[in-house]
């Protein structure tokens, strides 16, 4: 929906409403926080170029508010996506109410920024299929974290040439993994490396085959403490590095080389990022990591 990027933004907490709006200024997006008219008849909303709306609140107020707001943009013939990003009622709820996500609180802000920038400018047809890039967003675990938080049974595609991975949602929980031959919590650390990608997030109905035996929140917990091992072990390697052997150090070295190694190191063929190796090595992602670290600190 060409031209229609500025988000409008209603909740009864000024406080929270602006929180939301410099969450989306801050990601360049042009936003603007709507007046909430005391009484309860219709809404003035400034619709202009408007290509999402988010709402805010609690209770029964917030399901009046999602009621008023999907009935101004019918009214206004708008094919505006809504946001609901508030707590106190059921999720069915709010998606009866009008809205198209449900975001119940606490949820963080920049998954509320993540989904609305998902979403803007989508028309209906399109909302339940989602196409994108990670360009476009901060990265798998922001992007995994933030469709969780939605509630939904859907799938997440990620393609990078001839890689693809696939995230399994049940009801919001991250159930099942896969990227090549490897499955569950390893394949998702995995995708978690990923820098570059396109992806799509497309809703359905799944069985729930529970992989990744994990909570909600020890699965995010111990997607950070992995990511951070990353950073720790990787020195100033990056996953999108693509790296190369120097044969002739190589042979200069001999057998100081142990035979082990070699096979990591016929992976640096000068075409594949580090991701790829790592995914592709038959050893662990934090050993095959210290041979990667040593064989650039040896040169």
């Known amino acids: 929906m060409p031209g229609?990027?500025?988000?409008?933004?209603?909740?009864?907490?000024?406080?929270a409403g602006r929180q939301v709006q410099l969450g989306f200024e801050r990601e360049g997006v042009p936003s603007t926080i709507a007046a909430i008219p005391a009484e309860t008849g219709r809404l003035d909303l400034p619709t202009q170029?408007?290509?999402?709306?988010?709402?805010?609140?609690?209770?029964?107020?917030?399901?009046?508010?999602?009621?008023?707001?999907?009935?101004?943009?019918?009214?206004?013939?708008?094919?505006?996506?809504?946001?609901?990003?508030?707590?106190?009622?059921?999720?069915g709820d709010a998606e009866a109410a009008g809205?198209?996500?449900v975001m119940l609180l606490p949820a963080f802000l920049r998954d509320v920024v993540t989904v609305g920038r998902l979403l803007r400018g989508?028309?209906?047809?399109?909302?339940?299929?989602?196409?994108?890039?990670?360009?476009?967003?901060?990265?798998?675990y922001t992007l995994v974290r933030a469709l969780s938080a939605l509630g939904r049974s859907a799938v997440l595609t990620l393609m990078r040439g001839l890689r693809r991975g696939e995230i399994r949602f049940f009801h919001g929980e991250v159930t099942s993994a896969q990227v090549g031959l490897i499955h569950g919590q390893a394949a998702l650390h995995q995708l978690l490396l990923w820098t570059e990608a396109r992806f799509e997030f497309h809703h359905e109905d799944i069985v729930r085959r529970q992989q990744i035996p994990l909570s909600h929140d020890e699965l995010f917990a111990d997607a950070e403490r992995f990511l951070e091992g990353v950073r720790d072990s990787s020195g100033t390697l990056s996953p999108s590095m693509v790296l190369e052997q120097d044969l002739p150090?190589?042979?200069?070295?001999?057998k100081q080389i142990p035979t082990e190694v070699h096979g990591v190191l016929r992976m640096f063929d000068g075409h594949r990022v580090l991701a790829d190796v790592l995914e592709d090595s038959p050893y662990r992602v934090f050993e095959t990591l210290r041979v990667a670290q040593r064989a650039c600190d040896v040169g």
């Open 49 to 91: 170029d408007a290509g999402l709306v988010v709402v805010g609140g609690t209770d029964e107020r917030a399901l009046e508010l999602l009621r008023r707001t999907r009935k101004h943009l019918d009214e206004s013939k708008l094919d505006a996506p809504i946001v609901f990003a508030g707590r106190g009622i059921l999720r």
């Open 99 to 101: 809205a198209d996500e």
């Open 249 to 254: 150090r190589i042979h200069t070295l001999g």
């Open 122 to 140: 989508q028309p209906a047809a399109k909302r339940d299929h989602i196409v994108g890039s990670l360009g476009e967003t901060t990265g798998v």
């Open 4 to 15: 229609l990027s500025k988000v409008i933004v209603l909740d009864p907490d000024a406080r």
